[in-house]
T-cell receptor, first 114, second 113 residues
Framework: AQSVTQPDIHITVSEGASLELRCNYS??????LFWYVQSPGQGLQLLLK??????LVQGIKGFEAEFKRSQSSFNLRKPSVHWSDAAEYFC????????????FGAGTILRVKS | GAGVSQSPSNKVTEKGKDVELRCDPI?????LYWYRQSLGQGLEFLIY????????KSGLPSDRFSAERTGGSVSTLTIQRTQQEDSAVYLC???????????FGPGTRLTVL
């Protein structure tokens, strides 16, 4: 069965510090991957996506992620966190073979210390 | 342009009542998805529609749940005889094609008393 693991439920970083949110997946098909962000009471906003090609992808708000097929990972990074980045982050995986149904990780709540 | 919209934003109902949740996808998007977000289960796929093809209902948790998409645009998710465990945020998403980025609406928060 397809699964997505976000090992960290909560992460706290200081403003200006670097950030890495982990995402591992188990999939029986060639995946494509997303990171979404959700602020309280809001829907999901797309940060970035990977379908094919360059494994390092750039997204909005200064985020980037690297697809590592050998490690089944798609970790999200940001070099310098801003207080406005505090939110919940979801990694999601889909595949054509599964009809584009997204499987989501449990989410990581990011807290930013000033 | 306009994003995915959902109505109502909040719905409180009594156990046993039926509810209808509405989704307006982005204009021109052929694929539409419903997901459910709850504290215990996280984000779960419910159903998707792609063009004129038969919908994939594989994620619907019980036969109390159904959805339709009229005219290839607006979709309605119906929950019959609601139960307390149906309390969740119901999210709708649309994408240009089947294998494409899904854009999400703000969700409908359903509370079953």
């Amino acid at each position: 069965a397809q699964s997505v693991t976000q090992p960290d439920i909560h992460i706290t970083v200081s403003e200006g510090a670097s950030l890495e949110l982990r995402c591992n997946y188990s999939y029986g098909a060639t995946p494509y991957l997303f990171w979404y962000v959700q602020s309280p009471g809001q829907g999901l906003q797309l940060l970035l996506k990977y379908f094919s090609g360059d494994t390092l992808v750039q997204g909005i708000k200064g985020f980037e992620a690297e697809f590592k097929r050998s490690q089944s990972s798609f970790n999200l990074r940001k070099p310098s966190v801003h207080w406005s980045d505090a939110a919940e982050y979801f990694c999601a995986v889909g595949a054509r073979e599964y009809g584009n149904k997204l499987v989501f990780g449990a989410g990581t709540i990011l807290r930013v210390k000033s | 342009g306009a994003g995915v919209s959902q109505s109502p934003s909040n719905k409180v109902t009594e156990k046993g009542k039926d509810v209808e949740l509405r989704c307006d996808p982005i204009s021109g998007h052929t694929a539409l998805y419903w997901y459910r977000q709850s504290l215990g289960q996280g984000l779960e796929f419910l159903i998707y529609f792609q063009g004129n093809s038969a919908p994939d209902k594989s994620g619907l948790p019980s036969d109390r749940f159904s959805a339709e998409r009229t005219g290839g645009s607006v979709s309605t998710l119906t929950i019959q005889r609601t139960q307390q465990e149906d309390s969740a945020v119901y999210l709708c998403a649309s994408s240009l094609g089947l294998v494409d980025t899904q854009y999400f609406g703000p969700g409908t928060r359903l509370t079953v008393l």
